[in-house]
């Protein structure tokens, strides 16, 4: 029998994270801000109803349904919710691509695709950790006994498939 011999191609990764900081599913908040602070990770804020203002120094951003904004590591931010209320995702996550300049401090809508993205980051998020009180508000993770097999790599490779998704968008080539 002849041996066949297939070229291992390796693939390219504009992006790789291997570590997430944080993560925050706010559901129905009203009255919420964050004190200005900064970090050595990227963070992402992400509103899915209401609105919520997100402010870097002077810079004020005001993101509304399927609105999402990235801000850059060791940059001064907030973010503040009025009584209206909002549901938001924000996640903070070490990424060293320049990539990520590209997105950074822009306000994109979302597509259905990139939320749909999204709300499976949050479901796995939700399996991988031991939550407090049912709430995914994690800055110290543990991990959950019960998690799905994969759970945490999946939460790896959709942020990265949303990323590249959201590069795709603001680059023209979606």
């Not at 801000?33 to 609105?51: I, K, M, N, R, Y």
């Not at 997100?54 to 810079?59: A, D, E, L, P």
Request: proline content about 5%; glycine content about 6%.
């Amino acid at each position: 029998m002849a041996e066949i011999h297939f070229q291992k191609f390796p693939l390219e990764q504009i992006l790789q994270i291997r570590k997430i900081t944080s993560a925050d599913y706010l559901i129905d908040t009203a009255n919420y801000e964050t004190p200005p602070h900064q970090h050595d990770a990227w963070e992402f804020v992400l509103c899915l109803e209401g609105s919520v203002l997100t402010m870097q120094g002077k810079i004020q951003n005001l993101l509304e349904e399927n609105c999402f904004i990235l801000h850059p590591p060791k940059r001064p931010h907030c973010l503040k919710i009025g009584p209206e209320g909002a549901s938001l995702f924000v996640l903070s996550f070490v990424c060293s691509s320049d990539y990520l300049k590209l997105l950074q401090n822009r306000k994109i809508h979302i597509s259905k695709n990139q939320r749909s993205h999204a709300m499976i980051i949050v479901h796995e998020l939700r399996s991988a950790f031991d939550l407090e009180n049912g709430q995914l508000l994690l800055a110290n993770f543990h991990r959950s006994s019960s998690a799905p097999l994969g759970c945490e790599q999946l939460i790896t490779g959709c942020t990265e498939g949303l990323l590249i998704s959201l590069l795709r968008t603001v680059t023209g080539e979606s």
